[in-house]
């Protein structure tokens, strides 16, 4: 089906993007030694350019940042480096792709931190109902219970606030647009963020406004290293926690509008380029509240993404709506890397194999045919078309 309002060029902070379809972050665990982004990651974004925008799979900003073994990191040279070759790529194809700066705090175990060390948190409170992901030979890994974690000091806090900004800065050095900042899924940002996992007492802790403080202070950190209009922020604003195994997602709070209304609030006091919200997307999914939708709409000036189990129709009328600006489309951008040109013309799409998303090499990550290379596509000498 053809969906016109997702095809409408769009002003981006200081981007032009061609269309509205967004390849959102997608954890794919295909990082070579040390971390490194790798020739074949540099082929996977290359074929996914035609989105009107990218933001890379999560980057762990430091060592301790890293709960699953081969993601890739965005803090040494070599992975610097190896990034310059995705960026490149894209950019080739006309893409406009920014990083996501990842840290996920106490979703991590000993076996992944420097000296077998417990990970970090805001609070030394286990995670529940999520799993961390360590490597046990060479290619094999297995699911493990998070280590429980130890709190921050402040001292530690105003450190990772500056690794942040540095982060950025290496995302710009190694060919990004931009950057966004990982705030959502129950990792570190969130794990401050929520009443849940802060038991903090200090200026980090207790009062909504002082829980969002980390936020506001890496937000000012990565806009003074980068721009502002070079930034964005992702959430998972959940508002109900029906589905028990799957709450790991995001922290449900007890007032989870105002939380993320005054989350939204920073935002748009440092003028950021767009906010990213992560619906749920397990089957059955409640929608978020309408009011909600609403509310962000009438909060945030910058341009607003919506993931979540969208469909090209569903987006479109979220868009057409003035609720959205921007889809990110995640399952079926991985199995079909000509997605866009897909929708428009309404072509088939190929079928995601699950077996295949977290690990491996080639498969399931750039042998997905584009509609052309099934087969499928019309010869235009059949229809007497000329080039």
């Given at each position: ?5 997702l095809?409408q ?9 061609k ?6 972050p997608?954890?794919?665990?295909r990082?070579?030694?040390g971390d490194?982004?790798?020739?074949l ?7 996914r ?17 890293q709960?699953y ?5 965005i ?5 610097i ?21 990842w ?13 077998g ?24 890994g297995?699911l493990?219970?998070p280590?429980?974690?130890r709190?921050?000091t402040?001292?530690?806090i105003?450190?990772?606030v500056a690794?942040y900004?540095?982060a ?39 009062s ?5 403080r980390?936020?506001?202070?890496i937000v000012?950190a990565?806009s003074?290293?980068v721009g502002?209009?070079?930034l ?7 508002f ?6 799957r709450v790991y997602?995001?922290?449900v ?9 005054e989350?939204?609030?920073?935002l ?12 749920a997307?397990?089957?059955n999914a ?19 993404i919506?993931a979540?189990?969208?469909t ?11 609720l959205a600006?921007?889809?990110?489309i995640g ?9 866009p040109e897909?929708?428009?013309?309404g072509?088939?799409?190929n079928?995601?194999?699950?077996a ?5 090499a ?13 087969g499928l ?10 080039s």
């Open positions: 089906m053809r969906q016109h309002s095809f060029p769009l002003k981006l902070g200081r981007y032009d993007l269309n509205r379809l967004v390849l959102p997608l954890t794919r665990q990082s070579g030694p490194v982004a790798t020739a990651m540099a082929r996977y974004y290359g074929q350019a035609t989105a009107g925008f990218m933001i890379s799979e999560g980057s762990q900003i430091e060592p301790r940042g709960g073994a081969w993601t890739p990191g803090y040494s040279p070599a992975q480096e190896g990034w310059r070759h995705v960026t490149a790529a894209v950019h080739e194809k006309g893409g406009i792709i920014f990083a996501q700066l840290h996920v705090g106490r979703v991590s175990h000993t076996a992944l931190q420097p000296q060390g417990a990970p970090v948190a805001p609070s030394a409170i286990p995670a529940k109902k999520v799993k961390a992901f360590i490597e046990t030979a060479p290619g094999a297995t493990v219970e280590s429980t974690p709190a921050l402040v001292a530690e105003k450190e990772l690794l900004a540095q950025a800065r290496n995302a710009i050095s190694a060919g990004f647009d931009g950057v966004e900042i990982h705030a959502a899924n129950g990792y570190l940002v969130n794990q401050f963020i929520s009443a849940h996992a802060n038991h903090r007492e200090d200026e980090y802790g207790g909504l406004q002082n829980r969002l980390f936020l506001r202070e000012q990565v003074d290293a502002a209009d070079r964005g922020v992702r959430f998972t604003p959940l109900t926690s029906t589905d028990q195994d997602i995001g922290l709070e007890d007032d989870p509008h105002e939380t993320y209304i989350a939204i609030n920073v748009e006091e440092a003028g950021v380029a767009y906010v990213s919200i992560a619906e997307d397990w089957d409640p929608d978020l509240p309408e009011a909600f939708r609403q509310e962000v709409r009438r909060t945030f000036s910058g341009r607003i919506y979540g189990r969208y090209a129709e569903r987006g479109a009328r979220l868009v057409e709506a003035g600006d921007l889809i990110a399952r079926p951008f991985i199995a079909n890397p000509d997605l897909r929708l428009q013309n072509w088939a799409l079928a995601v194999n699950p295949t998303l977290y690990g491996g080639e498969a399931g990550f750039t042998d997905y045919p584009t509609y052309a290379e099934s596509a019309v010869r235009p000498e059949i229809h007497g078309i000329t």
